[in-house]
């Protein structure tokens, strides 16, 4: 079984620029998760989706960030404009319906210049 | 809203030791509490999880136990090995159960 895919792996852009992530959950998973960990901090929700509905939005940090998820599979998180304190490594998890172990991607590394 | 507070934030011991790593919740609905590890540069992997209904639970090397009337649950890794070197967090679910609530990590050391 495949696990989380999340793309790319690292992205470095100027300030002021568009950035767009993408996580592919594993197949059949309902749950996707968007997380954020900046500077060895901890893991910061930003949202989470069932299907393709977001279920809680409460931790996107200001309307620069946009999460979709089309059709229920793959889901994106687009960042723009970026700014320098949205570098960190954004990470995306899946878990099935009904479950609550969360299985993570490898993550983003965002570095915002 | 949940908070969930970890310590320490970094721990080192000798191989062969034990390490323990404590974090404090503060909703006392949540039931659900899992353990993440993260080897340098990979993801977070779930290594063990426990639930209200239960103090303790075990997997060979590692455990974690539940206070529920404190509201505190722990990490123990006995026989420590250099492998075990990674970032350790805990977490819990938020009200309502969909938001997780990671602690800031342990960033445990052993030491060959």
């Known amino acids: 079984e495949a696990g989380v895919t999340q793309f790319p792996s690292h992205s470095v852009i100027e300030k002021g620029q568009t950035v767009t992530l993408r996580c592919d959950p594993i197949?059949?998973?309902?749950?996707l998760y968007w997380y954020r960990r900046v500077m060895g901090k901890e893991i910061k929700f930003l949202l989470h989706?069932?299907?393709?509905?977001?279920?809680?939005e409460s931790g996107m940090p200001n309307n620069r960030f946009l999460a979709e998820r089309t059709g229920g599979t793959y889901s994106t998180l687009k960042v723009q404009p970026a700014e320098l304190e949205d570098s960190g490594v954004y990470f995306c998890?899946?878990?099935?319906?009904?479950?609550?172990?969360?299985?993570f991607g490898p993550g983003t590394r965002l570095t915002v210049l | 809203g949940e908070n969930v507070e970890q310590h320490p934030s970094t721990l080192s011991v000798q191989e062969g030791d034990s390490a323990v790593i404590k974090c404090t919740y503060s909703?006392?609905?949540?039931?659900?509490f899992p353990w993440y590890k993260q080897e340098l540069g990979k993801r977070p992997q779930l290594i063990i999880d426990i639930r209200s209904n239960v103090g303790e639970k075990k997997d060979q090397r590692i455990a974690v136990t539940l206070n529920k009337t404190a509201k505190h649950f722990s990490l123990h890794i006995t026989e420590t090995q250099p492998e075990d070197s990674a970032v350790y967090f805990c977490?819990?679910?938020?009200?309502?159960?969909?938001?997780?609530?990671f602690g800031a990590g342990t960033r445990l050391f052993v030491k060959a």
């Open positions: 989706f069932v299907k393709e509905s977001k279920q809680d």
């Open positions: 998890a899946s878990s099935p319906q009904g479950r609550n172990e969360q299985f």
């Open positions: 977490a819990a679910p938020d009200t309502g159960g969909f938001k997780t609530i």
């Open positions: 197949s059949g998973h309902d749950n």
């Open positions: 909703d006392s609905a949540s039931n659900y």
